[in-house]
T-cell receptor, first 114, second 112 residues
């Protein structure tokens, strides 16, 4: 298993540009989520999904959209990038959406918005 | 929502036990305590979790006080590769989904 994969690893955007951060897992996990991590801070939840076709907002959802058309993929879309979205983005997944399931994190995407 | 308090940083000599404390005085009866770590900006890695009993796995031990208001993560023989930020997380999500809420964690530095 490749686990949780994220692409790209690095990205530089100009203010106002849009892009999609990709996240995929090959473990047949129901639950997937996106976090952002700003310098010196812990991770904050952006959006999550408890199964294909189901998504919901986390702690900091503004400026981001998600969809979950398949079990494997959970892309994160920035509609109009802003400098405040400069961050490291992590995708995570777990076997089920219930509590107490171990989460597996991807390696992260480092995004710089100029 | 239950919150956690951790020291900002700690040092530990290589080969010695690293004891990382966490206070969670407002924890609810059905909330688990989780520990994850993040090595140099990589994705966080699960270490261990528990409810009320002490837990041990191949990575660490988790000691939870009887009143559940605090816990300690123990790395029995710290190595240089254990240098990381360690997050103590108490589940606070009321939706029932498997969401984690991270604080700023403890930066553990293992010293040769």
């Amino acid at each position: 298993n490749a686990g949780v994969t994220q692409t790209p690893k690095f990205q530089v955007l100009k203010t106002g540009q849009s892009m999609t951060l990709q996240c995929a897992q090959d473990m047949n996990h129901e639950y997937m989520s996106w976090y952002r991590q700003d310098p010196g801070m812990g991770l904050r939840l952006i959006h999550y999904s408890v199964g294909a076709g189901i998504t919901d907002q986390g702690e900091v959802p503004n400026g981001y959209n998600v969809s979950r058309s398949t079990t494997e993929d959970f892309p994160l879309r920035l509609l109009s990038a802003a400098p405040s979205q400069t961050s490291v983005y992590f995708c995570a997944s777990s076997y089920s959406a219930v509590r107490e399931e171990t989460q597996y994190f991807g390696p992260g995407t480092r995004l710089l918005v100029l | 929502d239950a919150k956690t308090t951790q020291p900002t940083s700690m040092d530990c000599a290589e080969g010695r036990a690293a004891n990382l404390p966490c206070n969670h005085s407002t924890i609810s009866g059905n909330e688990y305590v989780y520990w994850y770590r993040q090595i140099h900006s990589q994705g966080p890695q699960y270490i261990i979790h528990g409810l009320k009993n002490n837990e041990t796995n191949e990575m660490a031990s988790l000691i939870i006080t009887e009143d559940r208001k605090s816990s300690t993560l123990i790395l029995p023989h710290a190595t240089l590769r254990d240098t990381a930020v360690y997050y103590c997380i108490v589940r606070v999500d009321q939706t029932g989904a498997n969401n984690l809420f991270f604080g700023t964690g403890t930066r553990l530095t293992v010293i040769p």
